[in-house]
T-cell receptor, first 113, second 113 residues
Framework: NAGVTQTPKFQVLKTGQSMTLQCAQDMNHEYMSWYRQDPGMGLRLIHY???????DQGEVPNGYNVSRSTTEDFPLRLLSAAPSQTSVYFC????????????FGNGTRLTVT | AQSVAQPEDQVNVAEGNPLTVKCTYS??????LFWYVQYPNRGLQFLLKYITGDNLVKGSYGFEAEFNKSQTSFHLKKPSALVSDSALYFC???????????FGKGTRLHILP
């Protein structure tokens, strides 16, 4: 049981390049989300989804796009990378009960030069 | 909108002493509350969650958390600290009427041998 799988683990981009961070889960959870972690800023919610075909913005959505075509996958797209998007990105899912905790992937470390 | 405050960037505690990591929250409705831990170069691990009606909840690795509704706090505690408890700790909140889970900025815990 893999849980939440993120790829790639590391990525270096040049300013203006695009890329997609992948997140896949085998926990059959409807809720999926993306966070970024920056020193001194904690984890900030980028986008989240409560089910296939439904997405919504979090605290810091600008510069990022998401879609949710299946229950299992929730990719995060950077259309034109900027140095301010240098960060560690975490995908997380949770079960349907109100106090279900988040289950995190191992993260993707992204550097934009 | 919900928010979380962790007022201490860092907490230093001698091994064997009790530890407290502080968390206060703000929500419009009732809260779901969580604590997570992050060890160096690792993802986030769930420690414990608030259970309605229990003002003191127990979690993994001997940690517990005290819920205080009047002070809107959910402080993390441990009676006797271990060097291996040194890590980054995050408090998180979800309003029962919302889907988003919002994190605090984190508190780095140093246990001194």
């Amino acid at each position: 049981n893999a849980g939440v799988t993120q790829t790639p683990k590391f990525q270096v981009l040049k300013t203006g390049q695009s890329m997609t961070l992948q997140c896949a889960q085998d926990m059959n959870h409807e809720y999926m989300s993306w966070y970024r972690q920056d020193p001194g800023m904690g984890l900030r919610l980028i986008h989240y989804s409560v089910g296939a075909g439904i997405t919504d913005q979090g605290e810091v959505p600008n510069g990022y796009n998401v879609s949710r075509s299946t229950t299992e996958d929730f990719p995060l797209r950077l259309l034109s990378a900027a140095p301010s998007q240098t960060s560690v990105y975490f995908c997380a899912t949770r079960g349907d009960r109100g106090n279900s905790p988040l289950h995190f992937g191992n993260g993707t470390r992204l550097t934009v030069t | 909108a919900q928010s979380v405050a962790q007022p201490e960037d860092q907490v230093n505690v001698a091994e064997g002493n009790p530890l407290t990591v502080k968390c206060t929250y703000s929500v419009s409705g009732n809260p779901y509350l969580f604590w997570y831990v992050q060890y160096p170069n690792r993802g986030l691990q769930f420690l414990l969650k608030y259970i309605t009606g229990d003002n003191l909840v127990k979690g993994s690795y001997g940690f517990e958390a005290e819920f205080n509704k009047s002070q809107t706090s959910f402080h993390l505690k441990k009676p006797s600290a271990l060097v291996s408890d040194s890590a980054l700790y995050f408090c998180a909140v979800r309003d029962v009427r919302d889907d988003k889970i919002i994190f605090g900025k984190g508190t780095r815990l140093h246990i001194l041998p």
